[in-house]
């Protein structure tokens, strides 16, 4: 008597694992279909600014940022300049957020530093700097 329910556990855990696997593939296919293409981006190469492919961003690479409703195209540290941001997309925050530069003596940043980042795929609205 004692199989029955033996059965009727293991297909309610392998139904549960399913239905997991299943949310979890379709969550995935909705934010990858939410990514926008990558556009084109202004870096400093050479003491010379020239435009790339937001896909051919490296670690390092100093680059500036376009504002008016643009997606930042990659987590960046602000070194110059502020800017104000929408993170709504990311934190759920529905008032714009103001970024500052990262103080010249400061450049390790920690978790307490977000004041000083642009997340990928946040909405700049206004840039101001160099």
Same mark, same amino acid.
């Not at 997309?89 to 010249?104: C, D, N, Q, Y």
């Given at each position: 008597?004692?199989?029955?329910?033996?059965?009727?556990?293991?297909?309610?855990?392998?139904?549960?694992?399913?239905n997991a696997a299943i949310t979890?593939?379709?969550?995935?296919v909705q934010l990858r279909d939410?990514?926008?293409? /990558? #556009?084109? !981006?202004?870096? @400093?190469?050479? &003491?010379?600014?020239?435009?790339?492919?937001? +896909?051919? *961003? $490296? /670690? #390092?690479? !100093?680059?500036? @940022?376009?504002? &008016?409703?643009?997606?930042?195209?990659?987590? +960046?540290? *602000? $070194?110059? #300049?502020?800017?104000?941001?929408?993170?709504?997309?990311?934190?759920?925050?529905?008032?714009?957020?103001?970024?500052?530069?990262?103080?010249?003596?400061?450049?390790v940043l920690s978790d307490a530093?977000?004041?000083?980042?642009?997340?990928?795929?946040?909405?700049?609205?206004?840039?101001?700097?160099?």
């Amino acid at each position: 008597e004692y199989w029955q329910f033996t059965i009727l556990t293991l297909l309610s855990i392998v139904g549960f694992e399913l239905n997991a696997a299943i949310t979890r593939h379709q969550s995935l296919v909705q934010l990858r279909d939410s990514v926008a293409p /990558p #556009g084109k !981006v202004e870096v @400093l190469r050479g &003491g010379v600014w020239s435009t790339i492919s937001a +896909a051919e *961003l $490296l /670690p #390092g690479v !100093v680059l500036r @940022l376009a504002a &008016g409703g643009a997606a930042a195209p990659c987590d +960046a540290v *602000l $070194l110059r #300049g502020s800017a104000t941001v929408n993170e709504a997309t990311f934190s759920g925050e529905s008032a714009p957020v103001s970024k500052s530069e990262l103080p010249r003596e400061s450049r390790v940043l920690s978790d307490a530093d977000a004041r000083f980042c642009i997340f990928a795929g946040t909405e700049i609205l206004v840039a101001r700097g160099e």
